[in-house]
């Protein structure tokens, strides 16, 4: 079972930035795809961004359209950690930010479906204002 935790999120202005982190338990995180996922109030659940594991025969990080040029994943195996940088925050950023975790990896072609990621954090809200 793996648990994971968001932190970083709060209020922010339009214009400003925000770093997420996300630190799952156990000790196989390296091998974990992780994926970012927001959700604003009445609308579904939409896949952020994506980073293969270093194990994946296939390597990538994948951004939806929306925040492109304006966020950034990276993770840091050593310290189990994930990121999300946001920068140029835009009000329409606004929502709850889940953190996603996928043992067998998630194939690049679906890395938005939320369908793909066994494990998920409680979510951190993230609010920019105009």
């Known amino acids: 079972q793996v648990q994971l935790v968001e932190s970083g999120g709060g209020l922010v202005q339009a214009g400003g930035s925000l770093r997420l982190s996300c630190a799952p338990s156990?000790?196989?995180?390296?091998?974990?795809?992780m994926g970012w996922f927001r959700q604003a109030p009445g609308k579904e659940r939409e896949g952020v961004s994506c980073?293969?594991?270093?194990?994946?025969?296939?390597?990538?990080?994948k951004y939806a359209d929306s925040v492109k040029g304006r966020f950034t994943i990276s993770r840091d195996d050593a310290k189990s950690t994930v990121y999300l940088q946001m920068d140029s925050l835009q009000p329409e950023d606004t929502g709850v930010y889940f953190c996603?975790?996928?043992?067998?990896?998630?194939?690049?072609?679906?890395?938005?479906?939320?369908?793909?990621?066994?494990?998920w954090g409680q979510g951190i809200q993230v609010t920019v204002s105009s």
């Open positions: 980073i293969s594991s270093r194990s994946s025969r296939e390597q990538y990080t």
């Open positions: 996603a975790a996928d043992g067998p990896g998630v194939p690049s072609r679906v890395w938005y479906s939320a369908a793909e990621y066994d494990y």
């Open positions: 156990g000790r196989t995180f390296s091998r974990y795809a």
